[in-house]
């Protein structure tokens, strides 16, 4: 894009000699080949890409199954544009940043009371570094009794977040997966079977990703207990169970809060993230460092902790999705975060019903029954019968605006689709989404040729896959893609 000579500022350049001693291979043989443009064309270039993008604010946003993509209030982005958070620095002295850390010091007790969970810490960036966070206090706790060599296992579920057995492998441990029962419920046989002296711990999401919450849930904390090991729960669904149950309720060791999903601050495409991950007096020595404290008088970072972790990210954590998230829980109040819930299990249910409705559409297992605030739906029998896949069905509902994830790998529920409707969603927007995917679902069976080559109204229309399986073809940078795909 633009001309040669075009600016949008023009910026005094004044011809300024390198350094000699900048290296020769640090130096451009030619100047960047940056866009020259003018203001306005910027402007609309930028205006034209947020138009292209699908979102919360722009429409029907179910379709971000186990992502909790709810409805961020506007009053909260007001709250982290003022400067009092905006400009805040993370090397600042604590003496010039009471606010922010009262605010984080009350999050914590408030969290505390929603998860019965002794102390948290909120410095990890995710909730993958949430989890990441629980492994090591886990793998830390272990060492400090002298039984880090013998328990090198970690259990976790098939439908639990991938991210509990990237973890528990990443920090070195042998993962061992259950696969689900009849029922769609993890298998407590096959617990029984792989708990043992190596057990280190179980990490489970509950509800799962199928929606089924684990009935049996304080049973599987007893048996992994019974062994030695600790318990983490996954609470990155917990949506549809807020002010219902909680984690130290079951016995839990540890847990983590996705804050960019359960507590509504902007998900972002990943990130900007926050997560939060909570300890029983137990294990609280081993939390990462600093932790924030409050000696009556004012509040503190505490680096004095023998037995800590260190640190999951740097400094404090990801402060204005912190603030966010402190907004939404005191606006909501006990009362208001339960009913959130509520909320969200009668828009799960009641949109399940309406697309089991829809031709080709099945929920496997434990028929009949209710699901908490996502459903893992599958749309085999549609496959069978017309050939059109559910990424195509996905693919097909960017033409009427909204979107749809199918799940994670393994693809252990076939042709799966999964949403997740939150409580921010009316009755006539779960009944609007529900008629875009009985119509893309006849046009599988009448003319699925439509279906197969969509998107037909979006600036990127199909991408290749075939490259995500080639290490030789991954590139991170242009540089690295000029060099590798262009091969320039």
């Not at 149950?245 to 990943?270: V, Y």
């Not at 908490?372 to 059109?388: D, F, K, M, N, P």
Request: charged share 25%.
């Amino acid at each position: 894009m633009g001309s040669p000579g075009e600016r949008g500022v023009l910026v005094p350049a004044p011809d300024v000699p390198l350094d000699d001693s900048l290296p020769d291979a640090l130096r451009r043989a030619a100047p960047p080949a940056l866009p020259e443009m003018s203001q306005p064309h910027v402007l609309r270039h930028y205006l034209r890409l947020s138009q292209e993008n699908l979102g919360v604010d722009l429409n029907i946003d179910v379709g971000q199954g186990t992502c909790t993509m709810k409805y961020s209030p506007k009053v909260n982005d007001q709250f982290v544009r003022d400067p009092k958070v905006a400009e805040l620095h993370p090397l600042q002295d604590e003496r010039t940043v009471q606010g922010v850390l009262e605010i984080m010091h009350r999050l914590e007790g408030l969290l505390r009371e929603i998860s019965g969970m002794a102390r948290f810490s909120l410095q990890p960036g995710a909730g993958s570094a949430a989890i990441y966070a629980n492994v090591s206090m886990i793998r830390a706790y272990f060492a400090a009794r002298g039984e880090a060599g013998q328990r090198d296992e970690v259990i976790t579920t098939i439908f639990s977040h991938p991210s509990n057995a990237a973890c528990a492998k990443t920090a070195g441990y042998k993962v061992i997966t259950l696969y689900p029962d009849a029922d769609g419920y993890p298998d407590i046989e096959a617990l029984k079977q792989a708990v043992g002296p190596r057990t280190a711990a179980l990490f489970i999401t509950n509800p799962e990703d199928t929606g089924l919450f684990n009935p049996r849930i304080e049973e599987f904390v007893r048996i992994v207990h019974d062994a030695g090991g600790l318990c983490a729960y996954d609470q990155a669904n917990a949506n549809g169970i807020l002010g219902i149950t909680r984690a130290r309720d079951a016995g839990f060791d540890l847990c983590h809060f996705n804050l960019h999903k359960t507590f509504s601050t902007p998900h972002a495409c990943g990130g900007p993230a926050a997560g939060a991950c909570g300890v029983t007096e137990e294990l609280a020595p081993y939390l990462p460092t600093p932790t924030v404290e409050f000696d009556g008088d004012r509040y503190h970072l505490d680096d004095d902790r023998p037995a800590s972790i260190g640190k999951i990210r740097p400094f404090y954590g990801v402060v204005p999705n912190l603030v966010r998230a402190y907004a939404w829980i005191m606006s909501m109040g006990g009362a208001g975060l339960r009913e959130a819930a509520e909320v969200a299990v009668l828009n799960n249910n009641y949109l399940m019903a309406k697309v089991l409705e829809i031709r080709g559409a099945s929920v496997p297992y434990a028929a009949g029954r209710p699901r908490i605030e996502q459903v893992r739906y599958s749309w085999e029998r549609l496959a069978e019968e017309t050939g059109v896949h559910s990424e195509d069905l996905g693919l097909r509902t960017a033409d009427f605006g909204t979107h749809y994830w199918t799940s994670h790998h393994p693809y252990v529920v076939p042709e799966p689709m999964t949403l997740e409707p939150t409580e921010s969603y009316s009755k006539a927007d779960l009944d609007e989404y529900a008629a875009i995917l009985a119509e893309v679902a006849r046009e599988a069976y009448e003319e699925p040729e439509t279906v197969r080559t969509a998107p037909h109204r979006s600036t990127v229309h199909r991408t290749r896959e075939d490259v995500l399986d080639d290490p030789a073809t991954w590139a991170v940078t242009w540089r690295a893609y000029r060099r590798k795909v262009l091969q320039k």
